[in-house]
């Protein structure tokens, strides 16, 4: 599992520069670098909207006595696209403006609580002794 993290770590930084150079290819040097400025510019705008949104949002479950669980889920998705966000390259920021869709997040949500969920804890069977304290004998 190690290696397949160190090895995405590897590969994003190489896909990021090859997905630069062939648009720079495509479309332009200067309409690549305005396509970065303007994916940045938009998630940023989605983030700080979408963020307040949040906080008001856990603020009134808050105030109704609910732990706002979602919120807190919503929360960390952001933090994680705005992280992204920060990132130079269009995958970078392809995934920080997915995280940004409340379906994708809701989707991602629902998708882990399946998978965490454990089962109840089963029966241990053992054998047990009752041994009396040194006290207790004499």
């Known amino acids: 599992m190690a290696w397949l993290i160190l090895a995405g770590i590897v590969a994003l930084p190489v896909i990021e520069i090859a997905l630069f150079v062939k648009s720079a290819d495509l479309i332009?040097?200067?309409?690549?670098?305005?396509?970065?400025?303007?994916?940045?510019?938009?998630?940023?705008?989605?983030?700080?909207?979408?963020g307040l949104a949040l906080l008001?949002?856990?603020?009134?479950?808050?105030?109704?006595g609910q732990m706002p669980v979602d919120e807190a889920f919503d929360g960390l998705c952001l933090a994680v696209a705005g992280f992204l966000l920060i990132?130079?390259?269009?995958?970078?920021?392809?995934?920080?403006?997915?995280?940004?869709?409340?379906?994708?997040?809701?989707?991602?949500?629902?998708?882990?609580g399946r998978a965490v969920v454990?089962?109840?804890p089963g029966t241990i069977d053992a054998e047990y002794h009752v041994i009396e304290d040194a006290k207790d004998r004499h």
């Open 87 to 112: 990132l130079p390259g269009f995958l970078t920021d392809a995934m920080a403006l997915v995280l940004l869709l409340p379906p994708v997040r809701r989707s991602l949500r629902s998708w882990l």
């Open 28 to 50: 332009g040097v200067m309409a690549t670098v305005a396509l970065a400025v303007l994916a940045v510019t938009s998630g940023g705008i989605l983030l700080r909207q979408q």
């Open 56 to 64: 008001w949002r856990a603020r009134g479950q808050l105030a109704q």
């Open 118 to 120: 454990t089962s109840p």
